[in-house]
């Protein structure tokens, strides 16, 4: 029995799919104490325990303990059956974390899946479903399989409602070098909201305009959604290169301004754009699960967060193998999975 203190190193619910999607592809049960001990409310949330519940539901696992504010579960897996399965979180909770917990799995099964997830797909705290599609899926469909995602539904904070497909045709994973990123090939910034005044969205793309001048007039753009699919606003920036999308989001919430959401997303791509890294910093947190499970693989990144090493803690209580972290005389850094 691996035995995790989900206190140490960044603290967060990570730990716990991390942790559930490892004890599925080895077998390997675990308990975690301490579950999201590094919040300021610790204990299991609602989005937390749907991504438990459904990593029991495709792998014919057991979960003691499991309960939303629980800090304490333990984990017993069976054999991963793929097929077709619906999970809703119920509030604005993250389907692309619950998506998280289950995707490598699923990736190593012996046929096709279906997925639905039902929830938040563009909230704070959590990679939005344009962040899944356009920049972690690629990489993963090189290592192998094929994963396609559509989004049938906008989900905001705290309304939630938002409805995600997924279907995946696995095959094995396969070691990767993801270095260098090649040459930069568009641009895009849209303001999208819903059940909110347009010039909510106008004042993001103004500001966006004077941080990034370089960007094209028509790389600007303003959607806007069915009132019943809000209240909520985000603010995706998009740089496309020859081999990776870098995707950067700003999300709407009470108190906070237009201006300043619009500035904190500009001022992370402007800092992505001056390196010359493969991955941004929320990429690179989750390539190293799937690079750890095909064996190997390399990605270069901006400084790796707390978040990244501790994802690298827990695959090692895992798997046999051991990321790196080199910096570069450039600023960027090169992990290594091997």
């Not at 206190?7 to 301490?34: D, H, K, Y």
């Not at 995707?103 to 099964?109: F, R, S, T, V, W």
């Not at 539904?153 to 995946?168: A, K, L, S, T, V």
């Not at 046999?320 to 005389?329: G, I, M, Y």
């Given at each position: ?8 190193g ?10 559930c999607?490892?004890?599925l592809?080895?077998g ?11 919040r ?14 459904a990593a ?33 979180v ?8 619950v ?15 279906r ?6 797909t ?12 356009r920049s972690f ?42 270095e260098?990123?090649?040459a930069?090939?568009s ?53 496309a ?20 959401l ?77």
């Amino acid at each position: 029995m691996i035995i995790i203190d989900g206190s140490e190193g960044e603290g967060g619910g990570q730990v716990v799919r991390n942790a559930c999607a490892l004890s599925l592809v080895t077998g390997q049960p675990f308990q975690i104490i301490n579950a999201r001990g590094g919040r300021d409310k610790p204990g299991l949330m609602r989005q937390h325990v749907t991504a438990v519940e459904a990593a029991c539901a495709i792998g014919g696992a057991t979960c003691d303990g499991l309960s939303v504010g629980t800090s304490e579960i333990t984990f017993n897996p069976g054999s991963v059956s793929p097929g077709e399965y619906h999970f809703a979180v119920g509030t604005a909770g993250s389907t692309s974390l619950v998506l998280q917990t289950i995707l490598i799995p699923l990736l190593l099964a012996d046929a096709p899946s279906r997925i639905v997830l039902e929830g938040g797909t563009h909230n704070i705290y959590a990679p939005p479903f344009d962040f899944i599609a356009r920049s972690f899926l690629p990489v993963i469909n090189r290592m192998g399989p094929t994963v396609d995602t559509k989004l049938v539904r906008h989900g905001f904070y705290p309304r939630g409602g938002g409805r995600i497909e997924i279907h995946i045709d696995p095959a094995p994973l396969q070691p990767i070098a993801c270095e260098e990123r090649g040459a930069e090939l568009s641009q895009a910034a849209t303001a999208t909201f819903a059940a909110l005044p347009r010039e909510i969205a106008e004042r993001e793309l103004k500001v966006v305009r004077k941080m990034l001048p370089e960007w094209p007039d028509d790389a600007l753009a303003i959607r806007e959604l069915p009132e019943e699919q809000g209240p909520g606003t985000i603010l995706v920036l998009e740089a496309a290169f020859e081999h990776v999308t870098e995707i950067v989001s700003g999300f709407g919430k009470l108190g906070l301004s237009a201006e300043k959401l619009a500035a904190t997303a500009a001022n992370r791509m402007k800092g992505y754009l001056a390196s010359n890294a493969f991955a941004g910093p929320y990429l690179a947190d989750q390539l190293l699960l799937p690079f750890a499970v095909a064996g190997g693989g390399s990605f270069t990144t901006v400084k790796p967060s707390e978040h990244c090493r501790t994802a690298a803690d827990v695959i090692a209580r895992f798997l046999p193998v051991r990321c790196t972290f080199a910096e570069s005389e450039n600023g960027s850094h090169l992990v290594t999975v091997q």
